[in-house]
Each structure stands twice: as C-alpha cells, then as structure tokens.
C-alpha cells in the first residue's frame, strides 16, 4: 500500500480516485471534515426533536413528501427507503466501479452539508480499507433522484444485508463485515436519504471511462503514428503551422504528438515524393482526435467537479440552521458530459478502423501484400480482424445515441424529468473497452506491415512502439489463433503499457 488518500470533501483528483478504485490505496478523512460532518448531524438532531416537518427525514419520500412519519418510526423510515429501492438487475458492476461509489459518497459527505454522523462515513472508510466490496446489479438508475437504486445495494452490507466480496469471495453483506471486523449500523434520521441519494454510480463508472479515454487519446496518436510510417504517410500533414491556424488546442496537442513519434523516421514521406495526398485517415488524424480530445477533456472537467460535489438533498445549512430541498441530485451535467465522453471515444476507434482497413487492402495499401500475408490464398492473414474492428466500430455507432436526451417520468410524475446519466456513462465504458481493443487491431497490423516492408528507420516514438508489440505478438507468417495476439495487443493499450513503453522513451505525450 501506498500513502493514504486523504479526503476532505474538495480535492479529490482523477488520479487519487484510481489509486484508492484500482491501486487499492488507504484512504482517511480529514479532521475538519469530520467536524463539519458532525455539526450537519447535530442541525438535524435538533430539528428533529423540536418536530419541524423536512422532506425525507421526518416526511415520506417523492410523492409521499406530505406524509407526516411520527418519531418513533423515523429511523424505520430510512431502512425502508433503502429496502425499498434495493431492485437493480443485471449483472454486478465491477470492483472498481463500486470502491469508487463508496468513495465518492465519503468525499461529498464530507463536505458538512448531509446530517449524517461521522461514524457512518468511518464505516465507509473501513469497507474501502478492509476491501468488503457490496454486490451492485449495474442496471436500475434513472439518474434522478440520483442514483437510488445501486447506492441503496452499495448500502446494504452495512447495515447487515445483502451481499459483498471480501477477499475474493462472495458472501451476505453481515460475513463480510463480521470477517473484516467491521461493526454494522443502525440508520438514523435522514442517514438513509443521505446515504443513496446522489450522482456516486454514474460518476464512478464516468471517472473510470474518463480515466480509460486519456490513455486511449495518447495510444490512438501512437497506433496512428506507426500506421502513418507503414502506410509511408505524407509527414507535410503534420506541419506545425496548420494546427496553428485551427486554434484547437486538441488538434494542436495530436499533431505535435505524432511529429515527436516519428522523429527521425527513415519511412515518412514529402508531399509529391510518392503521391500528393493522403486519405483522410491519415492526412486529417489530428484533426479528428483534436476533436475528441477536447470532447475528453470536457468530460474530465465535469467528473472531477462532480467527484468533490454535494448531490444530495435535502442540504442541511449549519450557519442558519436551514434544511432546503433542492436537485443537486439530478445527473443532468454527468449525463451529458458522460454521452459527449463516449462520442469521443467511438470516433477514435471508428478513424483506427479506417486505418486498419487501409493497411489490410491491396488497393489502398501502396504496395501492401493483400491481408498482410505474404502467401494469401492459403492464408487469410490479417482479413477477419479487420471484420472484427468494423463489428465493434458498428456497435459503438449503434450505441452512440446519447442516453441524456431521454428522460421517463418517475414517481407518478413528482420526477418529471431524469437523467439517464448512469445509462450514459456505463455506454462511455463500453465504448473504452471496444476501442482498446480496435486500437490494438490497428497496432497489430501496422507492426505486420512494417515486417514486410524494406528496412527503414522507425520514429523514436513509434519503435518504442513497435517493440512493445513485438515483445508480445511476434510477426505472422502463416495463419494462426488469432485471440490471444489480440488480447495481448488490447491489453497493452488498455493498461498503459504501450503508452509507458513510449513515453519511457520520448517524454510526456500531450
């Protein structure tokens, strides 16, 4: 383990958050959170004992906000919301997707706003430190009232229920709490409200995606570089000033990229030394990943203001003493950003499967063997993965339709409008997983055609490429099983592997 992650509420980064989801490093909690934390909880205690009537805590929820709930039963209240709200289908989200829910709902609770009592967060804590992992279907949120369903299942554990992996194994949430040596609870007043009411599915799921589209952006300008070199690209593309002219700072960002991989590259060419132009996937490849580059970046502004955000409601004011019902539930900018961030994606894998397509065809190829084999007809050489590349680009574009634009009506019309934002985002993960692998199609072929051509001189960048792959997938003869090359060229990209391979040897990409 590493140093701890120290939450307060506010400055949670990207980075932080994959440390604690993937790295599995120590999290605490800041001493003035703790104490903010603390002075919410006692606003609530003593409106509650003097009867004022605020939504959730002494009320019914959604359309049951004008029912009174009488003392005795307000802690009844907030087990049953989350009973009730415990319907999610589907299979499991994945470790790190929920270690990051459990996460972020410590990170905003701290902010001093929820009413909840600091040994709750502590409990969180624990989980996250001693690893009980609830069990979370990744199906059932709308959005709004935020993500209700998978935080009432991320709940259950802790007060004695449901189910949770702890070391490997799955087991009822108790187990896994009694074998972590970590007490259950009782909810009290307004702790079950504040526990499952807010952006933490969604936000996690876009924070991992936004994590995955920073390394896909950088390896979509590595593939692309050494595919420009097998395919003898006209380097004049890359000039510098007509970045500048465009003003983007993503296309700007892509082509300096590309110039520095190929850097002292025996295998560029000058514009009319073989041909006058390049295809588009080629000749316009920073002004395409320019554009989801920004849309990335974009993205990532969001989710990191959303990870140190409070989402909850209602918001307990400790300077007046106030308890407001607002919607800062409401996953409209996550839902949004999460469908431009998948957008992006898509595209960097729809331009790498054009160059993949490219490389594979004798008549677009410059003098390519067709299917980069050397004996086709015998063997179909690189025919199929290219057929593969093209189904995932199809099922991106099928599912590129953004999730944010639709919204259905929730109980019985008091949520009138939702949105979608959990939808959205789990798509943007999908859509990292598909292009990883269609950039490591890309990878492949563009090292097979550079084994077939004459010797010249790779870029800087793109030889550290090149032996990456090498040092993985070896160059193809003859036919063979192709899965394993193909998930050993995936998994390169997905990791940062590739990308750590280059930079080791060139510096920092943009």
Same mark, same amino acid.
């Given at each position: 383990?590493?140093?701890?992650?120290?939450?307060?509420?506010?400055?949670?980064?990207?980075?932080?958050?994959?440390?604690?989801?993937?790295?599995?490093?120590?999290?605490?909690?800041?001493?003035?959170?703790?104490?903010?934390?603390?002075?919410?909880?006692?606003?609530?205690?003593?409106?509650?004992?003097?009867?004022?009537?605020?939504?959730?805590?002494?009320?019914?929820?959604?359309?049951?906000?004008?029912?009174?709930?009488?003392?005795?039963?307000?802690?009844?209240?907030?087990?049953?919301?989350?009973?009730?709200?415990?319907?999610?289908?589907?299979?499991?989200?994945?470790?790190?997707?929920?270690?990051?829910?459990?996460?972020?709902?410590?990170?905003?609770?701290?902010?001093?706003?929820?009413?909840?009592?600091?040994?709750?967060?502590?409990?969180?804590?624990?989980?996250?430190?001693?690893?009980?992992?609830?069990?979370?279907?990744?199906?059932?949120?709308?959005?709004?009232?935020?993500?209700?369903?998978?935080?009432?299942?991320?709940?259950?554990?802790?007060?004695?229920?449901?189910?949770?992996?702890?070391?490997?194994?799955?087991?009822?949430?108790?187990?896994?709490?009694?074998?972590?040596?970590?007490?259950?609870?009782?909810?009290?007043?307004?702790?079950?409200?504040?526990?499952?009411?807010?952006?933490?599915?969604?936000?996690?799921?876009? /924070?991992?995606?936004?994590?995955? &589209?920073? @390394?896909?952006?950088? $390896?979509?300008?590595? #593939? !692309?570089? *050494?595919?420009?070199? +097998?395919?003898?690209?006209?380097?004049?593309?890359?000039?510098?000033?007509?970045?500048?002219?465009?003003?983007?700072?993503?296309?700007?960002?892509?082509?300096?990229?590309?110039?520095?991989?190929?850097?002292?590259?025996?295998?560029?060419?000058?514009?009319?030394?073989?041909?006058?132009?390049?295809?588009?996937?080629?000749?316009?490849?920073?002004?395409?990943?320019?554009?989801?580059?920004?849309?990335?970046?974009?993205?990532?502004?969001?989710?990191?203001?959303?990870?140190?955000?409070?989402?909850?409601?209602?918001?307990?004011?400790?300077?007046?003493?106030?308890?407001?019902?607002?919607?800062?539930?409401?996953?409209?900018?996550?839902?949004?950003?999460?469908? /431009?961030?998948?957008?992006?994606? &898509?595209? @960097?894998?729809?331009? $790498?499967?054009?160059? #993949? !397509?490219? *490389?594979?065809?004798? +008549?677009?190829?410059?003098?390519?063997?067709?299917?980069?084999?050397?004996?086709?007809?015998?063997?179909?050489?690189?025919?199929?993965?290219?057929?593969?590349?093209?189904?995932?680009?199809?099922?991106?574009?099928?599912?590129?339709?953004?999730?944010?634009?639709?919204?259905?009506?929730?109980?019985?019309?008091?949520?009138?409008?939702?949105?979608?934002?959990?939808?959205?985002?789990?798509?943007?993960?999908?859509?990292?997983?598909?292009?990883?692998?269609?950039?490591?199609?890309?990878?492949?072929?563009?090292?097979?055609?550079?084994?077939?051509?004459?010797?010249?001189?790779?870029?800087?960048?793109?030889?550290?490429?090149?032996?990456?792959?090498?040092?993985?997938?070896?160059?193809?003869?003859?036919?063979? @099983?192709?899965?394993?090359?193909?998930?050993?060229? !995936?998994? *390169?990209?997905?990791?940062?592997?590739?990308?750590?391979?280059?930079?080791?040897?060139?510096?920092?990409?943009?």
């Amino acid at each position: 383990m590493g140093k701890s992650v120290v939450l307060d509420g506010a400055s949670l980064t990207l980075d932080d958050f994959a440390s604690v989801t993937l790295g599995f490093e120590k999290v605490s909690t800041d001493e003035d959170a703790r104490q903010r934390a603390a002075a919410s909880r006692a606003v609530v205690d003593a409106l509650v004992a003097e009867g004022r009537p605020m939504y959730g805590i002494n009320t019914g929820f959604g359309r049951f906000a004008d029912v009174a709930i009488p003392e005795d039963e307000l802690n009844l209240l907030q087990v049953n919301l989350i009973l009730s709200d415990v319907c999610g289908v589907g299979s499991p989200l994945p470790r790190h997707v929920v270690r990051g829910m459990l996460l972020l709902r410590v990170n905003s609770l701290l902010n001093g706003f929820s009413g909840i009592r600091p040994m709750v967060i502590e409990t969180i804590v624990e989980m996250l430190n001693r690893g009980v992992h609830p069990i979370v279907p990744e199906k059932g949120s709308v959005g709004s009232s935020g993500d209700l369903c998978p935080l009432s299942h991320m709940v259950l554990p802790m007060i004695g229920l449901g189910d949770a992996e702890h070391n490997g194994a799955v087991m009822s949430g108790a187990d896994a709490m009694a074998r972590a040596g970590i007490a259950t609870i009782e909810l009290r007043a307004k702790e079950g409200l504040a526990l499952i009411n807010g952006t933490q599915c969604m936000t996690s799921v876009a /924070a991992h995606a936004v994590r995955d &589209a920073v @390394i896909l952006q950088k $390896s979509a300008d590595v #593939t !692309a570089s *050494l595919t420009f070199e +097998a395919l003898r690209g006209i380097k004049s593309a890359l000039d510098p000033r007509i970045h500048a002219m465009r003003r983007h700072s993503g296309q700007i960002d892509s082509a300096d990229n590309m110039r520095r991989l190929l850097e002292g590259s025996g295998r560029v060419t000058r514009q009319g030394e073989m041909r006058v132009q390049d295809a588009y996937s080629l000749r316009c490849t920073p002004q395409i990943h320019g554009g989801c580059r920004m849309a990335v970046s974009y993205a990532r502004g969001v989710v990191e203001s959303e990870m140190n955000a409070v989402t909850d409601n209602p918001l307990v004011l400790t300077d007046t003493g106030d308890v407001v019902s607002g919607g800062n539930f409401h996953g409209e900018p996550v839902a949004i950003a999460s469908d /431009a961030l998948g957008i992006a994606i &898509a595209e @960097i894998g729809d331009v $790498s499967e054009r160059r #993949t !397509a490219k *490389l594979v065809d004798p +008549a677009m190829n410059h003098g390519l063997p067709a299917f980069l084999v050397r004996h086709g007809g015998i063997n179909c050489g690189f025919m199929i993965p290219q057929y593969v590349a093209a189904a995932l680009v199809s099922e991106n574009k099928v599912l590129a339709h953004p999730a944010s634009v639709d919204s259905i009506p929730t109980s019985a019309g008091q949520e009138d409008h939702v949105s979608m934002g959990t939808i959205a985002a789990r798509k943007a993960a999908v859509f990292a997983s598909h292009v990883a692998s269609i950039l490591g199609r890309e990878l492949r072929s563009a090292a097979q055609a550079v084994d077939l051509q004459e010797r010249r001189e790779l870029g800087q960048g793109t030889k550290a490429a090149y032996d990456s792959i090498r040092k993985r997938v070896s160059f193809m003869e003859n036919d063979r @099983i192709f899965n394993k090359d193909q998930d050993a060229a !995936a998994d *390169l990209i997905s990791s940062g592997t590739l990308l750590a391979a280059v930079e080791d040897a060139i510096g920092k990409l943009a």
